[in-house]
């Protein structure tokens, strides 16, 4: 499949190298075509990889990963195009964290909205499913380095999208607990959860962690 | 020892009857002495419950819960009197959870704030320790309800107060994982993790959960 990562950081070169080694053919998009970083990951990605701006990888693909800062997202698929955008799933992986007032960084959006909300509306006709956002990179694409079973999330308004993404985060990353919280709606829940992840973070002392839920029998 | 319990709720309810079953001397208090709900509870409890007016419990009492709605705490701790806290701990175990917008509730209070630290700075000379507020009022007083480990947290700026805190919900409650998170700045953190809480309540068609920490090693 041709898989769009936009951002060119941690969690999009993690995701696009992932990606390609199981075989889908993945651009990297960024503000400007030739961005160092994406050149370097498409030297080490070999065949399958390519990269351009934001409006040309997501012109070519079927699927769309926005692995941009929170701050930046909305900005980022500007300039990716609605058209180009338009009818296809985009799976949002950012959080809105705002680092402008020190650390512990805050929400920018939060509570009564979400960024996966705010996406959403501002691309009506583009199916957005709020994913993989609660974890680190590493443990995204490879969930069998914690112990035991975990779990991760999607919310989204289209049943077909989420199901899409399921299926690619348990057949292709490996994941064997993927939680439909319900619509985009609930992406609040997930982005919020990061206040919680960012403290947990600091107690662990490693990002390499997760949660997963445990039920009465 | 002396413990009141400010709040006739069912967490409340619950807290208060597994302190009197590990032979505390418990008061509930609320907004008037003779609430129905508390002497319904005093005359299940036994002798080693009473009732009374916030104040009254609070005077008493070595240890204070907090167990009133989120919406009312600070005016059931302004009742309770600042000097009847001063000096003591006082478990947090609210929500600044919003109802009045509909279902599902948000905060009145989020992000770059919390309903512990209002607390904490309407009552600086008081201890106190955000704890139980991520989990539902069984599952507070009876964790082994669920299978296996799972997590609980506390917060707070006092560190004796959240070793107290610790003894009772370990040795008393049961509990086997209590995770200091930090300074009450870190209740951001639970409070906020209950967005995905009420989420994962309507999806696990039950509120009898509780998250474990899968940490990589």
Known sequence: MKIAILGTGMVGETIASKLVELGHDV??????????????WVQKAGPRA???TFADAAASAELIFNCTLGAGSLAALEAAGKENLKGKVLVD???PLDFSKGMPPSFFVSNTDSLGEQIQR???????VKALN???????????????????FVSGNDADAKA????????????KQVIDLGDITTARGTESYLALWI????VLGTPDFNIQIVKKG
Chains 1, 2 share one sequence.
């Open 27 to 40: 651009k990297m998009g960024s503000r400007t075509a030739g961005n160092e970083k994406a050149v370097a």
């Open 134 to 152: 609660t974890i680190n990179a590493s443990v995204m694409v490879e969930p069998s380095r914690l112990p035991g079973e975990h779990a991760t």
């Open 122 to 128: 501002a691309f009506p006709e583009t199916k957005v």
């Open 50 to 52: 390519s990269q351009g």
């Open 93 to 95: 992986v950012s959080n």
């Open 199 to 202: 403290r947990l973070w600091g």
């Open 164 to 175: 899409q993404v399921k299926q690619l985060l348990t057949e292709g990353f490996g994941w």
